[in-house]
């Protein structure tokens, strides 16, 4: 199943009216041993939605920036084992990525993992892409947090996106809304653009349902879906793998593009 539609550069005009903090202000604020809830819906919906959380929450900027681009490289093995993994919901599951944070420069080797208990945990090293085999120290990052093999491992899906974050006024929450999202196929270069799409995540130390974000959202009858960028940007690009259990997901994707204006 393929989704395509033109770019469009979506941007949401009520940032403006957020109180702002610093991006290095909130820098210990990584939660990474979290609980994340994650929301889809359609990009033309964003700016009424943040228009109910000015006074809940503070918007993130760096440079007098408040929108920064995201670029990720996903590796897996030629079986799509991590892929899978996610499509089967087993626990312990595991991700791994290089991205880079075009805003400061940075960039990483990441992996993640869903626990048992419903918690996502990362760990990261500096890194940057690229196809020479890994260093040293990224060899022993993976062997030390994957249960694979690093030789087996390879890049096979690029994603880009903008993100807005936002932080609660305790300092306990964690907001990102990610848009502009593109997929590219690493085997066969091509290319699927979702202007349509808005990805919001609430990330959390503890389980929690006190949200305002959630709150604004379960009233415009908007409510959590997991959503993997890796997998369905995997899905709409290859058609080669198993999409049976992702089909509910295409279908509402479909229905936000559907009614996009």
Same mark, same amino acid.
């Given at each position: 199943?393929?989704?395509?539609?033109?770019?469009?550069?979506?941007?949401?005009?009520?940032?403006?009216?957020?109180?702002?903090?610093?991006?290095?202000?909130?820098?210990?604020?990584?939660?990474?041993?979290?609980?994340?809830?994650?929301?889809?819906?359609?990009?033309?919906?964003?700016?009424?939605?943040?228009?109910?959380?000015?006074?809940?929450?503070?918007?993130?900027?760096?440079?007098?920036?408040?929108?920064?681009?995201?670029?990720?490289?996903?590796?897996?093995?030629?079986?799509?084992?991590?892929?899978?993994?996610?499509?089967?919901?087993?626990?312990?599951?595991?991700?791994?990525?290089?991205?880079?944070?075009?805003?400061?420069?940075?960039?990483?080797?990441?992996?993640?993992?869903?626990?048992?208990?419903?918690?996502?945990?990362?760990?990261?090293?500096?890194?940057?892409?690229?196809?020479?085999? @890994? +260093?040293?120290?990224?060899?022993?990052?993976?062997?030390?947090?994957?249960?694979?093999?690093?030789? &087996? =491992? #390879? !890049?096979? $899906?690029?994603?880009?996106?903008?993100?807005?974050?936002?932080?609660?006024?305790?300092?306990?929450?964690?907001?990102?809304?990610?848009?502009?999202?593109?997929?590219?196929?690493?085997?066969?270069?091509?290319?699927?653009?979702?202007?349509?799409?808005?990805?919001?995540?609430?990330?959390?130390?503890?389980?929690?349902?006190?949200?305002?974000?959630?709150?604004?959202?379960?009233?415009?009858?908007?409510?959590?879906?997991? @959503? +993997?960028?890796?997998?369905?940007?995997?899905?709409?690009?290859?058609?080669?793998?198993?999409?049976? &259990? =992702? #089909? !509910?997901? $295409?279908?509402?994707?479909?229905?936000?593009?559907?009614?996009?204006?």
């Amino acid at each position: 199943m393929t989704i395509s539609n033109p770019i469009s550069i979506v941007s949401f005009p009520v940032l403006s009216d957020f109180n702002q903090v610093n991006f290095e202000s909130i820098s210990n604020l990584g939660l990474t041993n979290r609980v994340e809830t994650k929301f889809v819906f359609p990009s033309d919906k964003t700016d009424q939605v943040l228009k109910t959380l000015t006074g809940n929450y503070k918007v993130v900027q760096r440079n007098n920036q408040l929108s920064f681009k995201y670029v990720t490289v996903y590796l897996d093995t030629d079986e799509f084992r991590f892929f899978n993994q996610h499509l089967r919901g087993e626990l312990s599951r595991n991700k791994v990525r290089y991205r880079n944070y075009e805003f400061t420069g940075d960039s990483f080797l990441e992996v993640k993992m869903k626990t048992n208990k419903g918690r996502t945990l990362k760990w990261r090293i500096p890194g940057s892409f690229s196809n020479s085999p @890994f +260093s040293e120290d990224a060899e022993d990052f993976l062997k030390e947090y994957l249960p694979v093999e690093s030789y &087996l =491992l #390879k !890049p096979v $899906l690029i994603s880009r996106f903008s993100r807005t974050t936002f932080v609660n006024f305790d300092m306990t929450e964690r907001l990102t809304i990610d848009y502009n999202l593109s997929f590219e196929s690493v085997k066969s270069g091509k290319i699927i653009d979702l202007p349509y799409l808005s990805i919001a995540e609430v990330k959390k130390e503890i389980v929690s349902y006190s949200s305002p974000f959630s709150a604004t959202l379960r009233r415009m009858n908007i409510y959590p879906l997991g @959503f +993997s960028k890796y997998c369905m940007g995997s899905a709409l690009l290859n058609d080669s793998l198993k999409l049976n &259990l =992702l #089909k !509910p997901k $295409l279908i509402i994707l479909n229905k936000i593009r559907n009614g996009f204006n």
